[in-house]
């Protein structure tokens, strides 16, 4: 019996799993801490909307991973590409389990793309990346936070500036509109973060049983896209309350406006994210979004030294688990 499937169907969707177990914390963290949704329904809410958004949001994402990062016939000759996703998602796997070990808001995505390209270097060395497209995804990953935390604090701004003279009597619409912003959010969030998981399966599925190339047509099965929504929204009801927290209540005191600009930016920047095909850490974003509508609020008010965690965590992910990925390919391959 060939166990191989099963060696990468399980953590694959393990990873899911904890992808939106971890990112569920800054998923909710606006609406919960500023006392519009309760943390339960929050959940709720955040996992149907976010399995809806894998499941219609297209498949850029898991392209840019399966076709355009990767020049996957320049393989050597007996090289199969199923080792190198299996030290990516492993090596994904075990960075997301120390960082929720420390409380961490670990960037799946940074862990995941640093195994992809550490395992299939280990397959095929330096000439088997796709370097444009490499560098367009990682300056995308590394910008967009900076670019959200601008949008919330500018968005903040400016909805101070006009609502000036506004009573307290509209603060109720201002809450709808932050429910309906956190739907959003939700449904692009998931979109871009499932599609990860969708395309390991794939790819490793493809090299099952082959000895020549890949086909160039990427095709992704309804019953993977299925799967992995499923195995993400899941991990989204069963979220890490340490994450939570950490960003809902560890930067500033948020009220609803503050948490309909940070929503509204993170759901932009993710939606347009994930129709381009970029796979961005959306948990990354909110964070980022979240800290952007503090500064625009006081930003004496904000605990930047919890942001400096982030940013600490963020900047040695990607090269932590392409090293790990890099070395567990060269032992199991």
């Not at 973060?193 to 090299?207: D, N, P, T």
Request: charged content about 10%; overall charge positive; proline content about 5%.
């Amino acid at each position: 019996m060939d166990f191989r499937p099963i060696l990468v169907l399980v953590p694959a969707l393990v990873f899911a799993f904890m992808n939106g177990a971890n990112d569920s914390g800054t998923m909710a963290a606006s609406v919960v801490s500023s006392r519009s949704i309760r943390p339960r329904t929050a959940m709720w809410i955040a996992a149907i909307a976010s399995f809806a958004g894998a499941m219609l949001l297209g498949s850029e994402v898991a392209r840019m991973l399966g076709e355009r990062l990767l020049h996957l016939e320049y393989l050597p000759p007996g090289a199969s590409p199923f080792w190198a996703c299996v030290g990516a998602v492993f090596s994904a796997i075990g960075w997301g389990l120390f960082a929720w070990k420390f409380g961490l808001p670990a960037s799946y995505t940074h862990a995941l793309l640093g195994g992809w390209l550490g395992g299939f270097m280990a397959l095929g060395g330096v000439q088997i990346v796709n370097v444009a497209n490499v560098f367009y995804v990682l300056a995308a990953v590394l910008l967009t936070p900076f670019l959200a935390l601008f949008v919330s604090w500018a968005g903040l701004l400016t909805m101070y500036y006009l609502l000036e003279e506004v009573s307290l009597q509209a603060m109720p619409l201002f809450r709808a509109i932050e429910r309906v912003m956190f739907v959003l959010m939700s449904f692009a969030h998931g979109a871009n973060a499932a599609q990860k998981s969708m395309a390991l399966l794939v790819i490793a599925g493809l090299s099952l049983g082959r000895t020549g190339p890949l086909p160039v047509k990427f095709d992704l099965p309804l019953w993977v896209q299925g799967v992995c929504a499923a195995s993400f929204a899941i991990g989204v009801l069963f979220g890490f309350v340490r994450t939570l927290k950490t960003v809902g209540f560890g930067i500033f005191r948020v009220g609803p406006l503050h948490s309909f600009c940070a929503l509204a930016s993170s759901a932009g920047l993710t939606i347009v994210s994930t129709v381009f095909g970029l796979p961005l850490s959306s948990g990354q974003i909110n964070s980022s979004a979240l800290l952007g509508a503090g500064a625009g609020h006081n930003i004496k008010a904000v605990r930047w030294d919890v942001a400096f965690e982030f940013f600490a965590n963020w900047a040695v992910t990607f090269p932590a688990s392409a090293g790990m990925s890099y070395v567990l390919v060269k032992v199991i391959k």
